[in-house]
């Protein structure tokens, strides 16, 4: 089984050499609870990004800091990503950048619901902009409709850092990342226990020789999915 520990102490170094994070302790924290068998809570991960996308608005961001937080509970590290529910699963960053002189905000969260009940298509594992934490931004008029809850593979801390990363770093600076064999294999190792099944459970509609053939977790997965 892949060494989650180890893949967490290799992207720390990454982080601090890159200088993209100057506090571990997050990430610290998390392997300390993660040996003693209790999951693991990345609080406050702070991430710089020196380079601010394009088209970010308003005007005048000079830099954006993007703070993650993740959560996985210990059946999850454990492999048994079909033991349903996850139980204390988080996965959630802000993003804040300071535009003449005044603070701006953006949010979003890997969501994780079994909401049966819903009167809206809810896949188990969707991604959402805004949320709790944009409760108290000045919206001013603007009119906001609930966002499409687009269907996601879940993401632990080594593939959330490797989303934001993807995401917000320039490409030359994440590719060189990328390349390197530690972060590789950190990568690997995480897609390979929550997206390898993720994936074979929503492709055994098509091929049931993918050993996840679930039809009650395909349908949570993937709700608008005709079997």
């Not at 170094?13 to 300390?32: H, V």
């Amino acid at each position: 089984m892949p060494n989650i520990m180890t893949d967490i102490k290799q992207i720390s170094q990454i982080l601090s050499d890159k200088e993209i994070c100057g506090d571990l302790y997050p990430l610290n924290n998390a392997i300390t609870t993660i040996r003693n068998k209790n999951g693991y809570n990345v609080d406050k991960l702070e991430l710089r990004i020196p380079i601010v996308p394009r088209n970010t608005r308003p005007n005048g961001v000079k830099s954006l800091t993007i703070t993650l937080n993740v959560s996985v509970p210990q059946n999850q590290i454990d492999g048994k990503f079909s033991c349903f529910p996850w139980t204390g699963y988080n996965f959630s960053f802000l993003i804040e950048g300071l535009a003449q002189d005044k603070k701006v905000k953006s949010a979003w969260h890997l969501d994780y619901d079994l909401c049966a009940s819903s009167t809206v298509i809810h896949p188990c594992f969707h991604l959402t902009y805004g949320g709790k934490m944009m409760d108290n931004v000045n919206l001013g008029d603007v009119l906001l409709l609930p966002v499409p809850r687009y269907g996601f593979p879940p993401m632990d801390i080594v593939l959330g850092i490797d989303f934001i990363l993807s995401n917000f770093l320039e490409k030359a600076m994440y590719e060189e990342i990328k390349h390197n064999k530690y972060y590789q294999a950190a990568v690997r190792d995480s897609q390979e226990k929550f997206w390898k099944p993720y994936f074979l459970t929503i492709g055994s509609r098509w091929c049931s020789s993918t050993g996840f053939n679930d039809k009650n977790l395909r349908q949570a997965i993937l709700p608008t999915l005709v079997d």
